[in-house]
């Protein structure tokens, strides 16, 4: 492991061709039938009684290299890092020194298993590409690892002898990737060619659709054979019997690229259909879970779109009223969890800062209730949960909305979008702590102070008037909704308040001189959206509000990693549950707070004002104690 990004120019102790040449890895390893290297890593451990200390440093760097992680469905980058901690990584190429790659290269030939060699001599050539002898040795290696599961005299780790799956392939690409970078204009070598002809003919003989799949797409991309056949049977063997639809559906796949190809649009529409009616096959097979028919559905929905002609449209239509059927069931396989939490304490804390305070001074202990949180902290504390609860973060999964339909998707961890998924954690996150605010905190307050006090609307409209982030002729608008948000009307509270946000936010944007329009193609002018706001004027938001509330406020109001409430208000779906719900609440407290923190540091006039208003009415101090019971 290293914590650093070492390069190539790094100082370090070079292991000489010679050290590697006077060893023989191979009488380390039992089993040389398994041809993938990174098996053999298992092997090379607890050997330091063995070897002396020169040996030990050539072994653990040959560990180190066959450790690294194979992926060639990257061509720039087929080596990576097996582990990735915060702070510290497993090796990568480009951790070895120029000199060290130099011996490495120098020594690759010695080693008897090809798997071994095949990884030495590729990353050799990998890290210094005028080793042509690398490259070369490196394609013969792959190959024979092949032709050796091929034949059945070699075997892939936790397979059988002779059994072939994608790792067979994987291989293959790669001996294909390398050769390519180095034949210039000449033929790929007739060794690979032969390989790609024998295994297409083995996946067609065994009916392995996966293997066929992947070695005709292989067959594609370096050209390799009759490519004008491939679409056919591809096609053809998707009609193979006992073969299952998510295998038929990859096959398909090869046969729609073959077909757009070599523009044959017919039999592409053909195909297009075939795997909708797969993927229609798959959602019947699972009408036990609704929830599971409708994803399938989609999946059929979005695959039929590219089909073409009535009949396309016929089914599109015909699938989509299924969707909604599968939908509607969704809501009956819901289920609630619950956790107890003791939040007295929390509470307690929270009406011991607000008891005995007048009622201007109150508002403002309660328009701090809580802050927004860096986000760098809430994105640590994320990958921090990510790590510890690894299996349940790699699955991905699907936000539905209250009528089963997807509203949002959440990649999993090693998704290829993996911020992606670190902000649905996020989102998660702060959806549990504004139900501890709300419950802790907000209503054990708000009931106190009901007790004591009767809530009026001019208590607010010294805020209102005073807060910059209340536009002219809106204070008695946000005066209301922070009255029945205290109140506890929160039906009223939330179509008052919620609405308000966006526009609030593009007055503070023109305050600091910036323009908050779009200009549409007829030359007409529309004010941009919440959405649109946060996309476009970020960078302004967080200058005059900090990133701090800017993120959580995109979580909260516009994301659909999160409630997204402003689309669920502005589309009328918030219903009575959603008012008083946790989310609701928060967000009307947010405008609250937002509206308040600048006011927070000349707060006495303010105070004074409230508190001169609501004379004649009780304080907060006169019912502690039965505000304490509430």
Sequence with gaps: MTDKDPSPSDEAETISAETFGSLNFERFISDLEVVDAHSKTQELKNLDAELTAEELKAYQLLNSI?????????????????????NRRSMIPNDLSLAQVIELGKVA?????????ARVSDIAWLQNRRHRQMADLAITSYAECVNSVLSGVGRHEFSELGELNFQTISLLRRAFQISK??????????????????LTERAELDNDASLYARILNLAYDYSIGDV?????????????????????????????????????????????????????????????SAMFSASWLSTAISEVRLARGPAARLMHEDLRLKLREAQERIHFEMQSHSTEIDLSDIADHHLARVS??????????????????????????????????????????????????????????????????????????LTHHRTVMVSGAWLPVRRAIQAATTIEQEDFQVICDSSPFVPNGFEEVFSLGFARLF?????????????????????????????????????????????????????????????????ELDLLFASRLGPALRHEQAHGKLTVGHCYGADVVYACWFIFHITCLPLLTDWKPIEDEINTRAKGRSTSSEADDESTDQ
Excluded at 361 to 380: G, H, N, V, W
Aim: include cysteine.
């Design 487 to 551: 109140q506890g009307d929160m039906i009223s509270a939330s179509s008052i308040l919620l609405p308000l946000l966006e526009n609030s936010l593009r007055h503070v944007l023109k305050l600091s001189g910036k323009d908050t329009s779009k200009i549409e193609a007829d030359m007409t002018q529309e004010d941009r959206s919440l959405s649109n706001l946060i996309e476009h004027s970020r960078s302004s938001l967080e200058e005059i509000f900090g990133q701090e509330i800017i993120f």
């Design 181 to 198: 970078a180095v034949k210039g204009k000449n033929a790929f070598p007739e060794v690979l060619v032969k390989l790609v002809l024998d």
């Design 66 to 86: 066959l450790h690294m992680s194979f992926h060639p469905e990257d061509p720039a980058s087929p080596y990576g890092a097996m582990l990735v901690l915060e």
């Design 109 to 117: 030939t010695s080693f008897e298993h090809a798997g071994i060699r």
């Design 356 to 429: 005995g305070l007048s009622w201007g001074r109150a508002l403002a202990k309660i328009a701090t209730l809580s802050f927004s949180r860096d986000p760098e902290e809430l994105k640590q504390e994320a990958r921090e949960m990510i790590s510890e609860f690894p299996l349940s973060s790699i699955m991905g999964g699907e936000i539905v909305d209250g009528e089963g339909k997807t509203v949002a998707r959440r990649p999993g961890i090693g998704g290829g979008d993996d911020e992606t998924a670190i902000l649905s954690t996020v989102a998660q996150n």
């Design 228 to 288: 004008h056949s491939y679409a056919k049977k591809a096609e053809a063997g998707s009609q193979w019997e006992d073969i299952g639809p998510h295998a038929a559906k990859e096959l398909l796949d090869v046969a729609i690229r073959g077909y757009r190809r070599f523009q044959l649009p017919d039999d592409e529409n053909r195909c297009h259909f075939s795997k909708t009616e797969k993927s229609v096959e798959i959602a019947n097979a699972g009408k036990t």
